[in-house]
């Protein structure tokens, strides 16, 4: 039993699938939340590493490309247990799931500041030119000259790396998290079937996939690719 529900082992495949379908969902609805909060904050920490990456004080540029390259070559599940077991003892405590939406947010914050830096470079020079020559601050001109160009462009980046924190998820299973696959595992260990389970995790996020491939395809063609036009 688990989330209350039990399984029918005994009149075939289809009767447990569509016995444990309903159990594998609860856990996508972990899933889910988990990977788009690791998103958000994927998103906002990672503009945040990209701004100051993009400052020309090298006191402030270099720590910040340390922090960066530290984040990107530590792997996920030190820095899951890092914040899960090691915070406690300094009296920083978060629930599992918090902990580990953080866990995956601060490891693709590092991914995600680069391609916001890409953005920001691929942006043309006379964008910068035009708005200093209007005089706009150096505030109002990143907002509303640079970002509205330079977001359109790193969309279909930004979309793979949702669809990797949905893949990555899983992870969050070493902290009692049950999410699908772990909800899947539990299944198979307590009926010995591990095929059934699995092989709907595996189709599961398949149509996830596809689906988030599909409307990350929809934002990118229909988002303006030439920003704010400057007045």
Not at 176 to 202: H, R, W
Request: proline share 6%; aromatic share 10%.
């Amino acid at each position: 039993m688990l989330y209350g529900y039990t399984w029918d082992t005994s009149h075939g495949e289809l009767a447990f699938a569509l016995s444990i379908l309903p159990i594998l969902l609860i856990g996508l609805v972990t899933t889910l939340e988990a990977a788009f909060l690791g998103f958000f904050v994927a998103c906002i920490l990672g503009m945040g590493l990209a701004v100051l990456r993009a400052f020309r004080s090298k006191l402030i540029a270099w720590p910040t490309a340390v922090v960066i390259e530290f984040i990107r070559d530590t792997p996920l599940i030190v820095q899951l247990f890092f914040l899960y077991y090691v915070l406690p003892e300094y009296g920083v405590i978060f629930p599992a799931f918090l902990t580990g939406a953080l866990a995956l947010g601060i490891q693709y914050s590092a991914y995600i500041s680069e391609v916001y830096r890409a953005g920001i470079q691929a942006v043309d020079n006379g964008q910068r030119e035009a708005a200093k020559s209007l005089d706009l601050p150096r505030v109002r001109t990143f907002t509303h000259v640079i970002l509205p160009q330079a977001i359109p462009r790193v969309i279909p980046a930004l979309g793979n790396y949702l669809v990797s924190i949905m893949k990555d998820v899983p992870v969050l299973s070493v902290v009692t998290i049950i999410e699908m696959l772990n909800a899947a595992k539990i299944i198979g260990d307590q009926t010995f079937d591990y095929l059934v389970p699995l092989s709907l995790v595996g189709g599961i996020y398949l149509i996830l996939t596809i689906v988030a491939s599909a409307l990350v395809r929809l934002v990118d063609v229909n988002l303006p690719k030439r920003g704010i036009p400057l007045r």
